[in-house]
């Protein structure tokens, strides 16, 4: 049993972010509903709380709260930015909107020392992003920051483990973040580092060999990093009684099929294939709504994987390459979380599933995800992939899927990724994609006047996909695919370059 910190979220943007911090010191975290009670937060076996910032103000009449006894369980707790404000009216401060608004970077200085800030920089940059602020702090509480507006950046208790800041200690912009986040951690909570790649093998090995014993588990194999790790993991886990399943739905890049099938049996793992391109198609076909998109693709591949597991017979289990972050965006955990998008492994499974499902990869984020293939001796070209979207070129093909539009699709795709590969960028960038759009333009081409389609091409950089930053690829890179795809793709007269940041933009289109 790892020891634990729950994260209590309260909407901010950041939540995410505070779980990744967490997990590069090699301490196990999972993000929460803010009501939880201090009963149900004990019999989790927390060792320490995170209270999360929000976008709310603490006036407002349905703000979330939290559960008063929390502060009478004994453990250490950290309130970022609306946890603060939290903590500081339940110990009875004073919290007042904001006249004076603080948003961006500012420096912070220390009237006291504190465990918190040890090896922190004085007038440190920090970024703050809040309205309300603490005014007058509580009795036993100390100021330990002070921001450069003349606010109060930071609080503790005197006696008891219980800790506030007014800034984001998780963001890049917070320059030694990472230093305040291990002090909590090591020096306030006494953590040991035992969330490494190897003990999640070695977990989750234990955990599915004692929920699958000798039955049979279906895997559903889209070549991309997570499901390829996924099927390693069950291989090790369960050897020949884990099926792994790759169904071609059509909507994969240029030559996926032999490509997948070779990396593996390299490997000496037999995969199953199957041809449901029409299927999917037809299915498809006239669908432009991104999310019915998505919803038919889930339902599609289940009935496929169904279908699949009727014919190999004696099947009980499906395993999927779910991740913290497909359960994060799809509103699955928080109280608070927006849907930004369902995913086809989290919002598309039908209510009567014959299959039971196992995702071993839940609470892992993508680059945890590779830490754990390294430790499974999975092939570098696997590992290093780019991510791929579950329902695959559908999302990337805007407006109605055909097989002529995804033909397109692949033709450009395949020219992009190879110039990467070529020129040295591949494994430079997180991401790198087309799209082909549903638009239209007039082009010139040999003296004769063309209306084509207008394809994007997307790179971005990012450590987990929670946020992304276009990658400033050179222009004269983007030159030589923007040539190569015009002169060599039929029914492309018009390349763009998506320079757009995660937020506010998702990195897939739809």
Not at 194 to 201: C, E, I, K, P, R
Not at 225 to 242: K, P, Q, Y
Not at 470 to 488: D, F, G, L, Q
Request: net charge negative.
């Amino acid at each position: 049993m790892h020891e634990l910190v729950l994260i209590l979220d309260y909407g901010s943007q950041y939540t995410q972010l505070i779980a990744r911090r967490i997990r590069e010191e090699q301490v196990y975290c999972r993000i929460e509903r803010s009501d939880l009670s201090a009963a149900e937060i004990e019999e989790m076996g927390a060792k320490a709380l995170v209270l999360s910032g929000g976008p709310n103000s603490i006036f407002e009449e349905d703000a979330p709260q939290l559960d008063p006894e929390i502060f009478n369980l004994g453990l250490p707790i950290l309130g970022v930015c609306y946890g603060l404000q939290l903590m500081a009216k339940h110990f009875n401060g004073t919290v007042v909107p904001g006249i004076t608004r603080e948003y961006g970077p500012m420096g912070v200085s220390f009237p006291i020392q504190s465990a918190l800030f040890d090896g922190v920089s004085e007038g440190s940059q920090v970024w703050m992003s809040h309205g309300d602020h603490v005014e007058t702090i509580p009795e036993d509480f100390q100021i330990i920051a002070k921001s450069s507006g003349d606010l109060i950046g930071g609080i503790q208790h005197a006696s008891e483990p219980f800790f506030g800041v007014q800034f984001h200690p998780e963001v890049n912009h917070t320059v030694q973040g990472q230093t305040i986040i291990s002090n909590f951690l090591f020096k306030i909570a006494n953590f040991n580092r035992d969330w490494t790649s190897s003990s999640f093998v070695d977990d989750a090995i234990k955990d599915i060999r004692a929920t699958v014993g000798d039955k049979k588990v279906l895997l559903g194999l889209s070549g991309g990093v997570d499901s390829s790790v996924l099927a390693f993991l069950m291989h090790e886990a369960i050897g020949d009684n884990c099926v792994p399943v790759f169904i071609n739905n059509g909507l994969l890049r240029s030559n996926e099929t032999e490509e997948v099938k070779s990396l593996f049996e390299a490997s000496h793992i037999k995969i199953y294939q199957y041809d449901y391109t029409q299927a999917f198609l037809s299915e498809l076909a006239g669908v432009t709504e991104p999310e019915k998109k998505r919803k038919i693709i889930g339902r599609v591949f289940i009935e496929a994987f169904e279908e699949v597991a009727r014919e190999i017979k004696a099947i009980d289990f499906l395993a999927q390459g779910t991740l913290y972050p497909d359960i994060i965006e799809s509103g699955a955990i928080t109280g608070h979380a927006v849907t930004i998008k369902s995913h086809h492994n989290v919002g598309g499974l039908p209510e009567k599933m014959a299959l039971k499902v196992i995702e071993p990869f839940k609470e892992l984020f993508k680059d945890e995800v590779r830490a754990v293939g390294r430790v499974l001796n999975v092939p570098a070209k696997i590992i290093g992939r780019h991510p791929f979207p579950g329902p695959g070129l559908a999302v990337r093909c805007l407006g109605a899927v055909s097989a002529e539009r995804l033909e397109i699709l692949q033709a450009a795709d395949k020219i992009f990724i190879e110039t990467l590969y070529e020129t040295g960028w591949y494994d430079k960038i997180w991401q790198a994609f087309t799209v082909l759009l549903p638009i239209q333009t007039v082009g010139v081409m040999g003296d004769k006047r063309t209306y084509e389609n207008v394809l994007a091409i997307r790179a971005v950089h990012s450590l987990d996909g929670m946020t992304a930053d276009w990658v400033r690829i050179p222009y004269e890179i983007i030159a030589e695919v923007s040539s190569k795809i015009v002169n060599s793709v039929s029914g492309v007269n018009r390349v763009v370059y998506d320079v757009t940041s995660k937020p506010p933009g998702t990195i897939e289109w739809e």
